[in-house]
């Protein structure tokens, strides 16, 4: 595989985040994404077959769990070195633009946008029971019993927590290593939601797939606090002073050591309050309360979410460009 110059490896980036912009995720090809959780689907019933699944001790589920996280995200990572090698081969300008598209299925601006507005629009309209069936696609949580404003909120987090997870985040590994990185990383995220899980049934398989992403988001997670600082600099209504404040004051309360940080940061900014009661898999959850609430979370919260979301993801567009231009000088 030809290994790029940090010019090029920014501009097949920025060119990435532009692709996520206007396309999102496209349902033709077959979304990278979704290759990878059937891989993990069929790893997983390889190392872990319900025929085994009682006699395996703690021990045993943790180094099998281990596997199948080096297995998904080397795989992961060698699939795509092969494929961007093959696309150089054929002509440079091939192999720019396989991994300007490979980066951009690792993003998922364009993709929280349009999830969030399905709970969005049905919400504003007062259909409680479709936007509780849309936020359902998105949360891991029960819905069934949420009240209009849980039921933004469980939008409002997502949106926020996945500003690193679908956005800082692969775009980093990117600048770092090239498409193959950020598909790295995209598997190990996809691990961490399917199988990362604190429950009866991957409490110990899954727990390795859940410290990986951990560590792979340790970083973004605190940069995030400052980009979205800066977000809502620019946005009329929301207050920096208040994202950062929320995020020094609240994000360490969070279970996870990374979700608190844009989860807060977006409470603060907004002035609303997230966190509370959730209800995963028939068990109640109560998780930490981030953000000081100036007046009741609504529906039009989701809004100041998601151009939250934009504003950060053009800064660091921004940058990255700026960045190139820089080095191309």
């Known amino acids: 595989m030809m290994f790029y110059s940090l010019q090029e490896t920014l501009l097949i980036t920025a060119a990435a985040i532009a692709i996520d912009w206007v396309v999102g995720d496209p349902r033709w090809p077959t979304h990278p994404v979704i290759l990878i959780g059937r891989w993990i689907g069929k790893l997983e019933s390889w190392l872990r077959p319900e025929s085994e699944s009682a006699a395996l001790?703690?021990?045993?589920?943790?180094?099998?769990?281990?596997?199948?996280?080096?297995?998904?995200?080397?795989?992961?990572?060698?699939?795509?070195v092969l494929l961007v090698w093959a696309a150089d081969w054929v002509h440079p300008f091939v192999g720019y633009a396989v991994s300007a598209w490979f980066v951009s299925t690792t993003i998922a601006v364009k993709g929280l946008k349009d999830a969030a507005m399905l709970v969005y629009r049905p919400l504003a309209a007062g259909d409680l029971e479709q936007a509780r069936c849309y936020a359902g696609y998105i949360v891991s949580r029960d819905t069934s019993a949420m009240d209009e404003r849980d039921t933004a909120?469980?939008?409002?987090?997502?949106?926020?927590?996945?500003?690193?997870?679908?956005?800082?985040?692969?775009?980093?590994?990117?600048?770092?290593?090239?498409a193959p990185l950020a598909m790295l990383y995209r598997a190990a995220n996809t691990l961490d939601s399917m199988v990362g899980y604190k429950n009866d049934k991957y409490v110990h398989f899954g727990w390795a797939s859940a410290r990986l992403d951990d560590a792979l988001n340790y970083i973004p997670a605190r940069l995030s606090a400052l980009a979205m600082t800066l977000a809502a600099a620019l946005l009329p209504g929301l207050s920096p002073a208040r994202a950062f404040g929320?995020?020094?004051?609240?994000?360490k309360l969070h279970p996870s050591p990374n979700s608190g940080i844009p989860e807060s940061a977006a409470a603060g900014a907004i002035g609303i309050e997230l966190g509370g009661r959730n209800v995963y898999f028939g068990r109640v959850s109560?998780?930490?309360?981030?953000?000081?609430?100036?007046?009741?979370?609504?529906?039009?919260?989701?809004?100041?979410?998601?151009r939250l979301l934009y504003v950060t993801s053009i800064l660091i567009f921004m940058g990255v460009i700026g960045a190139w231009l820089i080095v191309r000088s």
């Open 153 to 178: 909120r469980s939008a409002i987090e997502t949106v926020a927590e996945n500003t690193v997870d679908a956005f800082l985040s692969p775009v980093a590994f990117a600048l770092l290593g090239g």
């Open 246 to 251: 929320a995020v020094l004051t609240f994000a």
């Open 57 to 80: 001790t703690p021990r045993k589920l943790k180094l099998r769990g281990v596997a199948l996280a080096l297995i998904t995200v080397l795989a992961a990572y060698a699939a795509i």
């Open 286 to 306: 109560e998780r930490a309360r981030m953000g000081w609430p100036l007046r009741p979370l609504a529906a039009k919260d989701i809004l100041s979410a998601v």
